[in-house]
């Protein structure tokens, strides 16, 4: 946990600067797209790389990073050893990093920035989903509680440590607007993470982000619905039956099985979420396009000046996926399984959290000197939410000589 050298910038230039040569973007852009000769530039000035976009060094950087490393072994909904066919953090997020892209190159906007804001959108995430976020959130209240958003943003600018001249990845301003305000404005107060680095960067909390974050939080959406419903079929948290009278969902299923009759499991899971993710898709592009010939925004700075977002599915198709939501809700979610699995989660959660701040020793030696500085809860809160599944139950057999099955 030692800080980076001083955490002085390489190079006396000022904040917010892209340094050498400036890669341009591959394809012509709408005039609407955040454009690489426009950034804002990093925190700590470096020289750019002669081969890459800043954006597309972003995406590098946050791939190399060990918190997205770490995704790979963190719960999405199963615990890791429920089985090697589910969904993890990182496998999740790769799928929307591909949805972003393409919708990206649709729209004629930065596929490199759309991509590096998906990957990212979940790299402050707990151990064990959002039952986790939730104990997390719930035993560090009296301290500023848990938003994975936020601890996202102290993962890239703060505890990330590559580089000797700077803490974080030194992101541009453009991911970072991106990773901590994809879902929208932050209304005040901001979570402390976010508050502070907004003091010394303004990140314009109360205005929408640029088109490319407003694309991968809709991508998100679109990933993780679909993606619950192979690995809840997969599950046998609910059945095929109980899918074709799903909201959505269902009138795709129903045309599988008129098209093709019976089919293994994996081949109706494969032919069904191509037609709901296609009509997903498709119904957002159009949806988008109405919305932008209707504002005509002519830079990216217009496109952060609407009051509301641009990219946006239907009206009609966002009461379909509420209820569509609201099916995975009651059938997945909370299904007795998942509900028992997760009730035990958030006991290790709270009792790591407690034992480590009664005594920091337990800490691995560098996070317990941090301690010795006082605050003791904002480090155990980072070394636990930086922990994987498996990390977390390993500590926890080794702080209470206990083991824990999920």
Partial sequence: MASAKGS?????????????????APAPLAPYATRVMDSRGRFYPEDESAT???????RDRIIHSTAFRRLKHKTQVFVEHEGDYYRTRLTHSLEVAQLARSLARSLKVDEDLAETVALAHDLGHTPFGHAGEDALAAVTADIGGFDHNAHALRLVTKL???????DGLNLTWET????????????PPAPGPIAGFDARWNLGLSHWPGIEAQIAALADDIAYVNHDIDDGLRAK??????LKDAPLAGPHAQAVTARYGELELSRFIGEMIRTLMSALLDDLRA????????????????MRGLPHAVVALS?????ELRAL?????????????????????KAVITDLFEAFCADPKLLPPDWARQCEKGGAGGMVRDYIAGMTDTYALAEYARVFRTKIEL
């Fill in 160 to 166: 990330e440590h590559r580089y000797a001249d700077f």
């Fill in 176 to 187: 970072l607007e991106g990773l901590v305000k994809h879902n929208g404005p932050i209304p």
């Fill in 287 to 302: 949806e988008t396009g109405a919305w932008l010939a209707k504002t005509r925004p002519d830079t990216a700075a217009a």
């Fill in 237 to 242: 948290l609910f059945s095929i039956a109980d």
């Fill in 52 to 58: 890459r976009t800043c954006y597309s060094r972003d």
């Fill in 315 to 319: 009206g009609p198709m966002q009461k």
């Fill in 8 to 24: 002085v910038p390489p190079n006396s230039a000022p904040a917010g600067r892209l340094l050498g040569p400036v890669v341009p």
């Fill in 325 to 345: 939501k609201a099916f995975l809700f009651t059938h997945m979610y909370q299904h007795p399984r998942v509900i028992a699995s997760m009730t035990r989660a």
